[in-house]
């Protein structure tokens, strides 16, 4: 067998600080533990001893009306580099923001930083919980996830505990990624709605070759994609999808028919998650290929 493209990288993003808004990029560097700096930042929330997610909205949504970015490009299998956090969208209306938490743009003053020796107290103030921030995960970390009144999930109208995996603070894969052929898909089943890929919170954004549509990804599922000429990522399975996908973020809107829409037409599901089997740099405009 020879390798088959499947299409190319269109878009790229990292997410410094989990649940936060992130940065799209040019390029990447995939280590062995995922994309280089992504998720390697979270708040701890005191109150409950859990990692602070937006998938508990009744607590944490305000957490996607910031935006976090690197102060400095991070290193593979390095300690993660200070981050800087803007308030941006509804944060800026719903939260009291303090001297030192200036609202704008992306002027380096402009910012609160990870290295401030009081940024705890500071996020403590914005957010109204005691939070400390945290560059590495607790022996056991978990989070507390809520449920939406989806008739075809497991679960309606409630919370329950998410325990992440070992040393992180992802969800349950080191990447993810998404098609423009399902974005398009979903929003043919339901015109009027926005399927943003950024509702989607992915790494890399595909577009599928020879112009394939569908949800075209579940073909990829227990194979191996080669991205440029060296990242190798296992396709471990679909992407099942949560609240966070629902919630108001950036210039989006709060809107439950993204989730439900997902849950009619596709199992709940919309892209996929990923392990490296090879580390290397991604760039926009690189190949992808399923190797035979």
Same mark, same amino acid.
């Given at each position: 067998?020879?390798?088959?493209?499947?299409?190319?990288?269109?878009?790229?993003?990292? +997410?410094?600080?989990?649940?936060?808004?992130?940065?799209?990029?040019?390029?990447?560097?995939?280590?062995?533990?995922?994309?280089?700096?992504?998720?390697?930042?979270?708040?701890?929330?005191?109150? &409950?001893?859990?990692?602070?997610?937006?998938?508990?909205?009744?607590?944490?949504?305000?957490?996607?009306? +910031?935006?976090?970015? +690197?102060?400095?490009?991070?290193?593979?299998? !390095?300690?993660?580099?200070?981050?800087?956090?803007?308030?941006?969208?509804?944060?800026?209306?719903?939260?009291?923001?303090?001297?030192?938490? %200036?609202?704008?743009?992306?002027?380096?003053?402009?910012?609160?930083?990870?290295?401030?020796?009081?940024?705890?107290?500071?996020?403590?103030?914005?957010?109204?919980?005691?939070?400390?921030?945290?560059?590495? !995960?607790?022996?056991?970390?978990?989070?507390?996830?809520?449920?939406?009144?989806? %008739?075809?999930?497991?679960?309606?109208?409630?919370?329950?505990?998410?325990?992440?995996?070992?040393?992180?603070?992802?969800?349950?894969?080191?990447?993810?990624?998404?098609?423009?052929?399902?974005?398009?898909?979903?929003?043919?089943?339901?015109?009027?709605?926005?399927? !943003?890929?950024?509702?989607?919170?992915?790494?890399?954004?595909?577009?599928?070759?020879?112009?394939?549509?569908?949800?075209?990804?579940?073909?990829?599922?227990?194979?191996?994609?080669?991205?440029?000429?060296?990242?190798?990522?296992?396709?471990?399975?679909?992407?099942?999808?949560?609240?966070?996908? &629902?919630?108001?973020?950036?210039?989006?809107?709060?809107?439950?028919?993204?989730?439900? &829409?997902?849950?009619?037409?596709?199992?709940?599901?919309?892209?996929?998650?990923?392990?490296?089997?090879?580390?290397?740099?991604?760039?926009?405009?690189?190949?992808?290929?399923?190797?035979?």
């Amino acid at each position: 067998m020879t390798d088959q493209p499947v299409g190319q990288v269109v878009a790229l993003w990292r +997410y410094p600080v989990k649940s936060m808004l992130g940065e799209s990029l040019e390029r990447l560097w995939v280590d062995g533990r995922g994309v280089c700096g992504d998720r390697a930042w979270a708040l701890w929330d005191h109150a &409950t001893s859990r990692v602070a997610s937006a998938k508990n909205p009744h607590l944490w949504k305000e957490l996607l009306g +910031y935006r976090a970015r +690197y102060l400095a490009e991070p290193m593979p299998e !390095a300690p993660p580099p200070p981050v800087a956090i803007t308030p941006v969208g509804f944060a800026t209306k719903n939260v009291a923001v303090s001297p030192a938490m %200036p609202v704008g743009g992306e002027a380096d003053d402009d910012h609160l930083s990870s290295s401030d020796p009081e940024v705890a107290e500071r996020l403590s103030s914005l957010l109204g919980r005691q939070v400390s921030l945290l560059d590495q !995960a607790p022996a056991g970390a978990s989070l507390n996830q809520y449920w939406p009144p989806v %008739p075809e999930r497991e679960f309606q109208d409630v919370v329950n505990e998410l325990v992440l995996p070992s040393g992180t603070f992802f969800d349950a894969c080191p990447i993810h990624a998404i098609s423009t052929a399902t974005l398009e898909r979903l929003g043919a089943l339901a015109p009027g709605l926005d399927f !943003a890929p950024e509702r989607f919170r992915p790494n890399l954004l595909i577009e599928p070759a020879d112009g394939s549509t569908g949800f075209v990804e579940a073909s990829w599922i227990g194979h191996t994609l080669r991205v440029g000429s060296q990242l190798e990522l296992r396709v471990d399975g679909a992407c099942p999808r949560c609240v966070v996908t &629902t919630l108001a973020q950036g210039d989006l809107p709060q809107d439950l028919e993204i989730l439900r &829409t997902t849950a009619r037409h596709n199992n709940v599901e919309a892209g996929i998650r990923l392990s490296v089997l090879r580390p290397g740099p991604v760039a926009l405009g690189d190949p992808i290929a399923l190797l035979g």
